[in-house]
């Protein structure tokens, strides 16, 4: 167990690990933040080493010896800290007592490989809907999910809990414009579709006709305004998820789920 426990934020450790709550900062160290014991024993056991260091306090260490475990067998320092310094390193408002200092694990749009279900984030500014899609498409079993430039930050604190640790389970790509990720995945071999409430083709006919059998990509809009007509024009067309009641609509991790799932099922009947 960590022997020395840092009690002041003034220590230019926990500075370094303060600051990477801001974008500009996880940009340059190109490092962030995963908060919680399910983050962290996900960030440990990625295939590739990605902790660069863990910080918790007495009592979260004791309470999961895994994790502390798991980051000495693969040599990752563990820093005890105060519930003080926990406080002002965590970005929740009760704190768990433990969180992981990762390297960035995004990989380029050109290392994709073979497709058989992918995700296209497109303008999706809300870190929670952003990591709930990205775990529902790891549920899924969805093979790459994209955040295009003009998406929210994946690492993004409230991203990264939102995911669940499916940030370290499938490939994520970054910072790409849409119209370059839609090239991408149709070079793969994916029938590109736009998830749109005011799409003319329903998700159920679409699935009764075929088109959801083979490669497919989805690509989500923003949470208030949707797709654009040009992104859209881009894809082989726009689908909705059919409303049987008098709702209005369907939030955007609701919509992804039932998109993704239908074609899920669909790709594995």
């Not at 908060?35 to 990625?46: D, K």
């Not at 679409?206 to 040009?230: K, Y």
């Not at 992104?231 to 609701?254: C, H, K, M, R």
Request: one cysteine or more; proline letters at 5%.
């Amino acid at each position: 167990m960590a022997s020395h426990e840092f009690t002041s934020i003034r220590s230019p450790r926990i500075k370094g690990a303060r600051r990477l709550a801001k974008r500009a900062f996880r940009r340059r160290e190109k490092r962030f933040l995963a908060e919680g014991p399910q983050a962290v024993r996900e960030a440990l056991a990625a295939p590739r080493g990605v902790v660069h260091e863990v910080y918790a306090t007495s009592e979260a260490m004791q309470r999961h010896t895994d994790l502390r475990d798991a980051a000495y067998a693969r040599a990752v320092p563990v820093h005890r800290v105060s519930l003080d310094v926990m406080a002002e390193l965590a970005q929740t408002v009760t704190p768990q007592g433990v969180l992981a200092v990762c390297d960035f694990v995004d990989v380029p749009l050109s290392e994709v490989g073979p497709v058989r279900l992918a995700v296209v984030l497109s303008h999706v500014r809300d870190p929670g809907n952003a990591g709930t899609v990205l775990r529902t498409a790891d549920a899924a079993g969805a093979d790459v999910v994209v955040f295009t430039d003009a998406s929210v930050d994946p690492y993004n604190g409230k991203c990264v809990r939102a995911s669940a640790g499916s940030l370290f389970h499938l490939p994520v790509v970054v910072d790409v414009p849409i119209a370059a990720a839609i090239d991408h995945l149709r070079a793969a071999g994916a029938r590109v579709f736009a998830a749109d409430g005011r799409g003319d083709r329903d998700l159920h006919a679409a699935a009764d006709a075929g088109a959801l059998d083979s490669t497919v990509a989805w690509v989500f809009g923003n949470e208030a305004w949707g797709l654009p007509a040009e992104t859209v024009a881009l894809t082989d067309g726009a689908v909705s998820v059919p409303i049987f009641g008098a709702a209005e609509s369907l939030n955007l991790a609701t919509a992804a789920a039932v998109c993704l799932y239908t074609t899920a099922r669909q790709q594995r009947a």
